[in-house]
């Protein structure tokens, strides 16, 4: 079971995405946030573990990208990985820059993300996983 922690502020998104996932791969969906404080703070506590965390870039309050970076230094195995609207060129660069494993479009790249999640829950961890940026 893939353990994932998604960053959502959307409810509709959340639950929509949650059902696919847990669907199509073999994720346990360990919890969720809608904001950057909420998100940071459970994924610092040691107690709390994870193999993906699902960051969207827009929150109710601060950034996925405060989000991010945070993980990418407190998680040292956890995959990041960006579902956004706005995956531009240089919001996926910065994404990159700031730890994200890959960047996914919300609008057409779902399908990509779900393969990305079937390889990671199925042991492949290369960063050759088609899909995102």
Same mark, same amino acid.
Not at 104 to 123: H, M, P, R, T, V
């Given at each position: 079971?893939?353990?994932?922690?998604?960053?959502?502020?959307?409810?509709? %998104?959340?639950?929509?995405?949650?059902? $696919?996932?847990?669907?199509?791969? /073999?994720?346990?969906?360990?919890?969720? /946030?809608?904001?950057?404080s909420a998100a940071?703070?459970?994924?610092?506590?040691?107690?709390? /573990?994870?193999? &993906?965390?699902? %960051?969207?870039?827009?929150?109710? =309050?601060? =950034?996925? &990208?405060?989000?991010?970076? /945070?993980?990418?230094?407190?998680?040292?195995?956890?995959?990041?990985?960006? #579902? =956004?609207?706005?995956? $531009?060129?240089?919001?996926?660069?910065?994404?990159?820059? #700031?730890g994200a494993n890959?960047?996914?479009?919300?609008?057409?790249?779902?399908?990509?993300?779900?393969?990305?999640?079937?390889?990671?829950?199925?042991?492949? $961890? $290369?960063? =050759?996983?088609?899909?995102?940026?």
């Open positions: 079971m893939l353990k994932t922690y998604i960053v959502e502020d959307s409810p509709v %998104i959340r639950e929509n995405l949650i059902a $696919t996932l847990e669907e199509l791969v /073999a994720v346990e969906v360990v919890g969720t /946030a809608d904001n950057e940071v703070y459970w994924l610092t506590q040691s107690r709390n /573990a994870c193999d &993906l965390v699902i %960051i969207d870039i827009f929150l109710k =309050s601060g =950034s996925g &990208l405060g989000v991010l970076s /945070a993980s990418a230094r407190a998680l040292n195995h956890a995959k990041l990985v960006v #579902l =956004s609207n706005y995956a $531009t060129p240089d919001m996926r660069r910065k994404c990159l820059e #700031l890959k960047v996914f479009d919300k609008s057409n790249e779902i399908d990509a993300l779900i393969a990305y999640c079937q390889k990671l829950a199925a042991g492949d $961890t $290369t960063s =050759s996983v088609m899909g995102g940026l």
